[in-house]
């Protein structure tokens, strides 16, 4: 059986002067959409981990977390 992925999500941060930091789900449907969202989102929603959610060869679930770091380089 050959891996597959199931969903993406973004998990995004905003920090709030009452509740403190909330976190938020976002599904993301295509790498474009992935790659749009993480190009042009600013404050007050950071985005925080991408989540790769599937089944590896043998049907086991598997979720992968890729934690979010953003530079920007005003050089270029």
Known sequence: ???KMQNC???????TTDAGIIETNLPIETLEELFD???TKT?????ERIL????DGG???????FVFQSVAD???
């Open 43 to 47: 404050e007050p929603h950071l985005i």
């Open 1 to 3: 059986m050959k891996a």
């Open 9 to 15: 999500n973004l998990v995004l941060r905003r920090l």
């Open 52 to 55: 790769l959610a599937g089944q």
């Open 74 to 76: 005003h050089e270029h």
């Open 37 to 39: 969202y993480c190009v």
């Open 59 to 65: 049907g086991r679930p598997r979720l992968l977390t």
